[in-house]
């Protein structure tokens, strides 16, 4: 998808970037949210999916999986990897791709992509996400905090922020935590991520 701000630097480097995102696995990326996510199969979409790794996971745990990715030098391996997966080429404040799918998922998760969003775009993105959520879904983010990598655009957004948004929405915390990033190159330069977890209580 062409004009994403927050993808600028993405395509040049999807294919070093794809073997590190890969390295990981999401029991280990998310694991401080892991207790809160749904058990049943459930409709869940990821949000700013990258190489795919996390809507592979929880479409392998039996959920109907959506995933949302912009950058097509990340989007189109995917998509031939993990056809079983509905790609959608689409990016928050708005997802107008999904306007037709309102209170349908269960589990929105937007790991490692809302600090791409700027001040302006984050309270429309909230209203995206509690809008596309069932009553009692979940929302799972988190927030990259750190230097950022060149010729990428990134913001240093609070989890104070984020849970102040959140509330205006409908939403209650259930997790916030903050620890250092598991990659070895992040986490030598620095880099510590805030995990959050939230349930729409509230219309
Ligand atoms: C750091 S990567 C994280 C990928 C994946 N979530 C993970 O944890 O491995 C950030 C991703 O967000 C995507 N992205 C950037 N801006 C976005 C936006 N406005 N809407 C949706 N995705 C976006 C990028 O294309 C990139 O794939």
Not at 96 to 103: A, P, S, T, W
Not at 113 to 117: E, P
């Given at each position: 998808m062409r004009g994403v701000k927050g993808t600028l630097g993405y395509s040049d480097q999807a294919a070093q970037l794809q073997p590190r995102y890969d390295q990981a696995s999401f029991e280990d990326m998310h694991a401080l949210i892991m207790?809160?996510?749904?058990?049943?199969p459930s409709t869940v979409m990821d949000i700013?999916?990258?190489?795919g790794r996390d809507a592979a996971y929880l479409a392998g745990q039996g959920h109907e999986t959506v995933a949302v990715e912009p950058t097509d030098e990340f989007r189109t391996p995917a998509s031939a990897r993990y056809p079983h997966i509905e790609w959608i080429d689409d990016a928050l404040?708005?997802?107008?791709?999904?306007?037709?799918?309102?209170?349908?998922?269960d589990l929105i998760m937007a790991t490692a992509?809302?600090?791409?969003?700027n001040e302006q775009e984050r309270p429309l993105a909230m209203s995206t996400v509690a809008t596309l959520l069932k009553p009692r879904g979940l929302l799972v983010l988190s927030l990259r905090h750190g230097p950022i990598p060149e010729g990428r655009l990134m913001f240093d957004v609070s989890a104070a922020e984020t849970i102040e948004l959140a509330k205006r929405e409908g939403f209650e915390n259930l997790v916030e935590a903050v620890r250092p990033s598991i990659g070895e190159i992040n986490r030598k330069a620095g880099i510590t991520w805030s995990h959050l977890a939230f349930c729409k209580v509230s219309a």
């Open positions: 207790h809160v996510l749904p058990t049943s700013g999916a990258g190489t404040p708005k997802l107008e791709k999904l306007e037709g799918r309102i209170g349908q998922f992509m809302w600090m791409h969003l």
